[in-house]
């Protein structure tokens, strides 16, 4: 908040979970700060994939799907996903031509 308040724009990238969105975007209302979000979502055998990939090690698989779940059924927010399958530069496409639209724009 400290950076906005300074004129900067900001993108917070990391995990933020559902519920923890509806929180961000209400202390953004209530300083009169627009507030997108976007949830990057691929298959669960791509994360997966990709997890292993990253880690070099085989994450809990049942850890693994429990988490992947809590982004699968998002209710209103489900205009916020990005299809996050395929390279960094096509997501990267996806993410600009949503914020570009309006469709990842909290409301």
Request: net charge negative; with cysteine.
């Amino acid at each position: 908040m400290q950076f906005i308040a300074g004129g900067y724009t900001v993108a917070f990238d990391g995990t933020v979970f559902p519920d923890a969105l509806d929180e961000l975007a209400e202390a953004c209302h209530h300083r009169e700060i627009p507030f997108h979000s976007v949830v990057l979502r691929c298959d669960l055998t791509t994360c997966f994939d990709r997890a292993i990939a990253r880690e070099g090690e085989r994450p809990n698989a049942e850890q693994f799907a429990d988490l992947h779940a809590k982004f699968s059924a998002l209710g209103a927010r489900e205009t916020h996903v990005v299809d996050a399958s395929g390279t960094a530069d096509e997501v990267a496409a996806r993410v600009l031509a949503a914020f570009r639209s309006g469709a990842i724009a909290a409301g």
